[in-house]
């Protein structure tokens, strides 16, 4: 009992304390000679090693288990309640010490001292999950693809995306909705996407979608980012997408356009999308996309073009620091067709994004999407989801 309450006595005491760990004024403006040097950090890094690591350790954020211990617990380096201090006011608390928290002054030189303050200055920025919810905030889109339009995102040099795109069949906002479950009960397409960065500024994709049997494969190259020089960002978007559907029965004796017997070749089996896209974040609540985009197909039914012009519209408005309200709409040539999407994004992190999507389109791909019949309004629309995932 006594032990329990001195150790509480202690406990507030030291937390009272604690807050009011404060280097004088004077501290606060000593300048640190060797900030920003790259061998002074790795000088530092060898001090923290040996001396600081068993009770503030490998992160930065304290050793878990002297953080359980230590009353004050040894701080966190990556908090903002230690970036917002000055080297000169942190020179001070390492060379005086303060309780468990020894003084150095006499076992490391002021340069020693730098060096590993330095150092300390590098944990904020290798946390790696808020390192990737920070590349979240600053990009315009968070994903390659916003609903189903592309975007001038590339994904990072490193790892590979993984995409899943599925829309269910039409429903309406009646009793259909419950009688055919918001259309879960109807028959439903899904593309899936394997996206491999090839370097800084390009990835390839290859996808695989239900509706037409198609394999896609498809490749992104950003030309430039969104900078202060700059206010767009601009990117070039290429896919080629191939029907594995059984080749299709013709009556005996068809005829092309031009007069010649029709004989079903592998080539119709193929269809382009060809795209250029300009994108800008104008803060950070509010980015916006447009693009020109040319649909090519090998094979079409007579009285429709071989090409769709199109100009994809993108809006995205941030709802919060992880989430976001998507917005498509993609004026073009066909006759019957105007792909309108809104979607409710949510991001557990910067590498895991779930959207719920609202389109007039079961088809995912620009090519199927621009070239066949899109829901009218008094049709219904079409529910579904996107899971996008970086490794
Ligand atoms: C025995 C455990 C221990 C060791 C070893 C240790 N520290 Fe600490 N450190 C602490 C504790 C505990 C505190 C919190 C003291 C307080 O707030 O009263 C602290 C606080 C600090 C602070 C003040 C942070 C702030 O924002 O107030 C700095 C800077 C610091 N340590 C740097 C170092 C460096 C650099 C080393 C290695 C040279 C080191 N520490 C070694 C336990 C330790």
Known sequence: MKATLSYLFLFFISTFFA???????????????????????????????????????????????????????????????????????????????KGMMASYKNM??????????????????????????????????????LINNQTTHIIRPKGFGLVIQHRFGATKLNQEFITNFMGLDLAANIRFGFQIPLNKKMYIEIGRTRYGKYYDISGKYKIFNQSEKFPLSFAVYENIAI????????????????????????????HYDTQILFSRKFNQWFSGQAGA???WLNLHPVGDKAYVLALPISLRFKTGLLSAIDFEITPNTHKHTMPISFAYEVASSG?????????????????????????????????????????
């Open 19 to 97: 807050q009011s760990w404060q280097a004088p004024e004077k501290a606060k403006n000593v300048k640190n000679p060797f900030s920003g040097n790259k061998t002074s950090i790795e000088k530092g890094q060898k001090i923290y090693n040996n001396l600081c690591k068993s009770c503030h350790g490998v992160d930065g954020r304290g050793d878990p288990v002297m953080i359980k211990t230590l009353i004050p617990p040894p701080a966190d380096f990556t908090s903002k309640k230690f970036s917002r201090q000055t080297d000169g006011e942190i020179f001070w608390k390492l060379s005086e010490g």
């Open 293 to 295: 985009e040319l649909i």
């Open 243 to 270: 029907t594995t559907e059984k080749e299709p029965q013709y009556p005996e004796g068809t005829k092309l356009a031009n007069g010649e017997k029709f004989k079903y070749e592998w080539m119709y089996r193929l």
């Open 108 to 145: 490391l030189s002021e340069e020693q001292r730098w060096s590993v303050i330095n150092y300390l200055r590098t944990f904020k920025n290798k946390n790696s999950s808020s390192d990737t919810i920070k590349t979240y905030k600053s990009e315009s889109f968070s994903f390659t693809e």
């Open 351 to 391: 590498n895991h994004i779930f959207q719920i999507t609202i389109t007039n389109t079961d088809r995912i791909l620009a090519q199927n999407i621009l070239t066949t019949k899109s829901l009218k309004h008094k049709d219904g629309f079409m529910l579904g989801f996107n899971l996008i995932r970086y490794f």
